[in-house]
């Protein structure tokens, strides 16, 4: 119940085209939706991050999707670029319960061809 | 501000070998977590602290893993003996609060033979 399922694994876009990372989590609790975005030989960063009360966020190029009812959130970046290839990770977590710790997908490689 | 800061960047040992990695959170944040990156299992939480005060260490995968944070500013993560399938990549992070976002250090690539 803990576990949030991230998909696609790995991900091949073209310039310009929309890159779309699906997640799924089983745990009703949870109230934080972050996304990282991991660059080869660092650590993972924070892009995005939505709450259940509302249904999408967005931030630029970046848009968070939420489905409550599905228990489902997804990650969709507009016009991606090649600077934009890097690891996505969705995490989740229940601040009320676990002390905010974040659960993290298994990640999606993205690659944007030029 | 620094960021969090980890070393060594990258650690070859032998097998049966002590390894020691190590961190210094951001100052001011009183939490302070260990995770182990690999193919399979992506980001695993090992340990983390708050206050200096190990609060769940469930993630370790054996009496093998140890962790410490002598202060506010230091912890350690410590394989002894290491084995082949302790090489991954280790990354700690640092929050402020319950509410702050997490900020990893770049990591440390282990890679026991």
């Known amino acids: 119940q803990q576990q949030v399922k991230q998909s696609p694994q790995s991900l091949i876009v073209q310039k310009g085209g929309i890159s779309i990372i699906n997640c799924a989590y089983e745990n009703t609790a949870f109230d934080y939706f972050p996304w990282y975005q991991q660059f080869p030989g660092k650590g993972p960063a924070l892009l995005i991050a939505?709450?259940?009360?509302?249904s999408e966020k967005k931030e630029g190029r970046v848009t968070i999707s939420f489905n409550k009812s599905a228990k489902q959130f997804s990650l969709h970046i507009m016009d991606s670029q090649p600077g934009d290839s890097a690891t996505y990770f969705c995490a989740a977590s229940n601040y009320g319960g676990s002390q905010g710790n974040l659960i993290f997908g298994k990640g999606t490689k993205l690659s944007v061809k030029p | 501000d620094a960021g969090v800061i980890q070393s060594p960047r990258h650690e070859v040992t032998e097998m049966g070998q002590e390894v020691t990695l190590r961190c210094k959170p951001i100052s001011g944040h009183d939490y302070l977590f260990w995770y182990r990156q690999t193919m399979m299992r992506g980001l695993e939480l090992l340990i983390y602290?708050?206050?200096?005060?190990?609060?769940?260490d469930s993630g370790m995968p054996e009496d093998r893993f140890s962790a410490k944070m002598p202060n506010a500013s230091f912890s350690t993560l410590k394989i002894q003996p290491s084995e082949p399938r302790d090489s991954a990549v280790y990354f700690c992070?640092?929050?402020?609060?319950?509410?702050?976002?997490?900020?990893f250090g770049s990591g440390t690539r282990l890679t026991v033979v």
């Open positions: 602290f708050n206050n200096n005060v190990p609060i769940d």
């Open positions: 939505i709450r259940p009360d509302v």
């Open positions: 992070a640092s929050r402020r609060g319950v509410l702050g976002g997490y900020t």
